[in-house]
Each structure stands twice: as structure tokens, then as C-alpha cells.
């Protein structure tokens, strides 16, 4: 029996493999970019107003975060439901 070990390759070669689109990787929801992108502008500007000391606008920035956030892990929620849908899982 000979042994045939020798002709397989041990790593598999990615070089050839189509790669997909940025927007083919998050699924096609755009929500969630943009909703990651808010919040972490309106953290960045809350930080920076309460490091040059203006309170009120560091609060209401915080509370802008806050929102973002939120609408970003309901984009999320949203996705994830909408995707088992499309796919059951008893297939």
C-alpha cells in the first residue's frame, strides 16, 4: 500500500478564492456601520467637550451615544432575526 500523503496539501491556497465586497461582508445592512460610526463620533466629541470643559455639550453627546448605540444593536437584532429567517435552521 503506498503511501499518497505526499501530494496533499497540508494549507490550503486563499490566493485564487473570490473575495467579497465589504458590503457583501456586513450582510448588506448598512445600518450597522453607520450606527457604529455615530457612536463612536459622538463619543469622541462628548470626550473632547468635557476635556475643554463644556459640560453640557459632553452630557448631551453622552446621551446621543447612548441613542446610537441602542439603534446600532437593534440593527443588529433586526439583521440576525431577518437572516434566520431566510435560512431555517432544519434543513
Not at 41 to 63: D, E, F
Request: glycine letters at 10%; a positive charge.
Amino acid at each position: 500500500m503506498e503511501n499518497n500523503l505526499a501530494n496533499v496539501k497540508m494549507v490550503p491556497d486563499f490566493r485564487d478564492a473570490p473575495r467579497p465586497s465589504l458590503f457583501q461582508r456586513l450582510g448588506g445592512n448598512l445600518l450597522i456601520p453607520i450606527g457604529i460610526m455615530m457612536t463612536v463620533g459622538c463619543y469622541a466629541v462628548g470626550l473632547g467637550s468635557m476635556i475643554t470643559n463644556r459640560p453640557m455639550l459632553g452630557q448631551k453627546m453622552m446621551y446621543a451615544r447612548v441613542a446610537f448605540q441602542g439603534m446600532t444593536v437593534a440593527a443588529m437584532y433586526y439583521d440576525q432575526q431577518g437572516a434566520s429567517l431566510h435560512y431555517p435552521a432544519n434543513q
